[in-house]
C-alpha cells in the first residue's frame, strides 16, 4: 500500500514573525566564506585541493525552545503535576523526559476553522467535531486542532487569529486518555490579546493561560505552530513528534509528520 507524508512542520526563517519574541536569528556561512575554517580543521589544505575550491556550509541558529514547530513539556505550564491524583503533585516532566511512545500514534484532526479569534472551545465543541466526524477517541490517540491561524503563521498577526482551547476542553481530552495534542495557532489557549481583554474586564484570573495551566492537573504534551492540518482527513493517519532532546528543557523543536496509508 503506497504511503504519503505530510509535513506538518514550519520552517525556521530569520524574518520578522508573530510573535517577534519568536524569531530565530541565523548566521549563514557558505561554502566561500568557510574555507579558513576548513583549511585549519584539515592542516592548511589549499583552496586548489578542492572541487572548485568549495568547503563546507553552516549555520549557528540563535532561538527560543518555543519558536517554530514544538512540543511543549508539562514543565513549561507549571513546576508539578498531577495535583488531580496526588497531593502537592509530582514533578513536572520536562522535554527530554517525553516517552517515546506517545510520539508515535493514531492522529485525529478536529476542525475548529470556522472559530473566531479569541473563541474558546469546549467539551461540547470537541464532541460534536468527533461525532460529525464519525470517531470515537482513544487512549494515546494524538490530538490535532486545526485553527484559522493555520494558513497566517507568515502574517504579523499569527498570535492574534485563533481560536484556543481551555480549561474544561483540555482536561475533557485528557480524560479520554490523550496524552499528545497539538494545534497549527501560536498557543493551545486562544490568543493572548483576546484573553487579556476578558481578564481586564472580568478580574478573573482563572482565565489566564488556562488550557496550559490545565497540565497542573494532568500531565499532557502539547505541539503548537504546526502546519498543513487543512490537508489532513479526520482521522486515519499516524502522527510522528519526536522533540529534540534538550537537558531540562520546557520545549523541543519537533519535526511532526503525517503518515497516511493510501
Known amino acids: 500500500m503506497p504511503r504519503r507524508f505530510i509535513d506538518l512542520s514550519v520552517s525556521f526563517e530569520d524574518r520578522p514573525m508573530s510573535p517577534p519574541h519568536h524569531q530565530p536569528k541565523i548566521e549563514y556561512t557558505d561554502h566561500e566564506a568557510s574555507f ?7 592542516g592548511g589544505v589549499r583552496k586548489e585541493d578542492l572541487p572548485e575550491g568549495k568547503a563546507w556550509a553552516v549555520e549557528r541558529v540563535t532561538l527560543s525552545t518555543h519558536a517554530g514547530t ?18 502537592g503533585g509530582e514533578p513536572a516532566a520536562t522535554i527530554d523526559q517525553v516517552p517515546l511512545d506517545y510520539c508515535f500514534r493514531p492522529g485525529v484532526k478536529l476542525d475548529f476553522r470556522a472559530f473566531d479569534a479569541g473563541y474558546v472551545a469546549t467539551p461540547g465543541d470537541i464532541d460534536a467535531e468527533l461525532k460529525r466526524v464519525g470517531y470515537t477517541l482513544k487512549p494515546y490517540d494524538i490530538v490535532l486542532v486545526n485553527t484559522r491561524a493555520g494558513t497566517r503563521h507568515k502574517d504579523m498577526d499569527y498570535a492574534d ?14 480524560d479520554q486518555g490523550v496524552k499528545v495534542v497539538g494545534t497549527d495557532s501560536y498557543s493551545w489557549d486562544p490568543a ?8 481586564k474586564e472580568t478580574g478573573d484570573a482563572s482565565l489566564l493561560w488556562e488550557g ?3 497540565g497542573r492537573e494532568l500531565p499532557y504534551w502539547q505541539m503548537e505552530k504546526l502546519c498543513n492540518l487543512e490537508q489532513l482527513p ?4 499516524t502522527v510522528a513528534c519526536f522533540p529534540v532532546k534538550i ?3 520546557s520545549a523541543g523543536w519537533t519535526r511532526a509528520v503525517a503518515i497516511l496509508e493510501d
Open 212 to 214: 496550559h495551566k490545565a
Open 70 to 87: 514544538h512540543m511543549d513539556a508539562p514543565w513549561h505550564y507549571h513546576p508539578t503535576t498531577n495535583h488531580r491524583n496526588k497531593p
Open 36 to 42: 579558513d575554517a576548513f583549511s585549519r580543521a584539515f
Open 161 to 174: 487569529t485563533a481560536c484556543g482551547l481551555g480549561r474544561a476542553a483540555t482536561l475533557h481530552l485528557l
Open 192 to 199: 493572548f490579546k483576546s484573553v487579556a481583554a476578558r481578564y
Open 234 to 237: 479526520p482521522f486515519g493517519f
Open 247 to 249: 537537558h531540562r528543557a
